[in-house]
């Protein structure tokens, strides 16, 4: 686990981390986002030991990275964007030094490389001098000396940069087999790459976190509800009542070159998936599905309204945060009597959420203008 606690870059009069706060859990693959600039090469720099943090504090499995280097740096394997390599050695001897400087036991070494050179494919230059390399093979070799010695944390800065597109499938399987039994962080613009591999997003904007969830729930959030696109074949007559039925805030219909199919839009609430029961309500009017999709915002379109200057997207999905919170809340309060002083809300409590809504409406009427 990482835990990054109130952190605080500066730079002069220029803030890079800006009172930063996140925990990363153990056991999944997340994607570290953000525009050039935004803090997020820096806060890896901290995290791995690299620079020191002019506040705050990062805790790795709760080793203080500042404070006990050594224990806390035993946890992480980091490949940082400019992979450490010795261009005078060849892979295996300088897989051979970093074994050492791990503290990898010496009857172990041998099988540890020979492991990591067959899991990356490097095996078959072990004996070549790293300076006649291409750039994706000492992409790998990279990533064979952050993997070496199996550290339950490892952190990957832009990893598939150099590899060819059967390389970069083959490195994304990879990180995919590694988040099952290690914690991985991956930072990386390829934000196709990060939707493919990841479990879990975070995003970083001047310094700050903007948000921090799964790429589907950053979506469903971002997009305020849920839309299906189906093209059926049937006729208005035939669809309208059955749909009409449907739990929907919008239905829309459109015509298609074939006069035998139509093409509608469901829209419905955010948590809404009306999948299963638009399939039985066609069923039982004779209506065949013959293409069905889900529309969803892209985790590059998410990026782009998040990390936007005027910050409205941020602002919207805060909000949206907050009112998933409360729906979840309101939930619990199907539990008894004795049990709603616990979960109820203090009036400070009512007081801070009123004056919290109230300065974003102002925020909000701000930006109409």
Known sequence: ??????????????????????????????????????????????????????????????HDILKEPEEAKKQIGYLPELPPLYMEMTVHEYLEFVAELKGIAKNKREESINEVEKMVKIWEVENRLIRNLSKGYRQRVGLAQAVLGYPPIIILDEPTVGLDPKQIIEIRDLIKSLGKKHTVILSSHILSEVSAVCDYVMIIAKGQLVASDTPENLSKLMLGSNT?????????????????????KEIQYENTPNEEQIKVKITTEKDKDIREELFYALAKANCPILELTSSSMSLEDVFLELTDDSGKAARKLKKAEKEQLKQKECEKECEPEADKTAVGETSEEKSTDAAESAAETKQEEGDAQ
């Not at 600039?37 to 806060?43: D, E, H, L, P």
């Not at 299906?228 to 929907?248: F, I, S, W």
């Open 1 to 62: 686990m990482i835990e990054v606690k109130n952190l605080v870059k500066k730079y002069g009069n220029h803030t890079a981390v800006d009172h930063l706060n996140f925990t990363i859990e153990e056991g999944h693959v997340y994607g570290f986002l953000g525009p050039n600039g935004a803090g997020k090469s820096t806060t890896m720099n901290i995290m791995t030991g690299y620079l020191g943090a002019t506040e705050g504090e990062v805790l790795i499995n709760g």
């Open 228 to 248: 299906v696109t189906c093209t059926v074949h049937g006729t208005r007559k035939q669809l309208v009542p059955a749909l009409n039925a449907l739990d929907a």
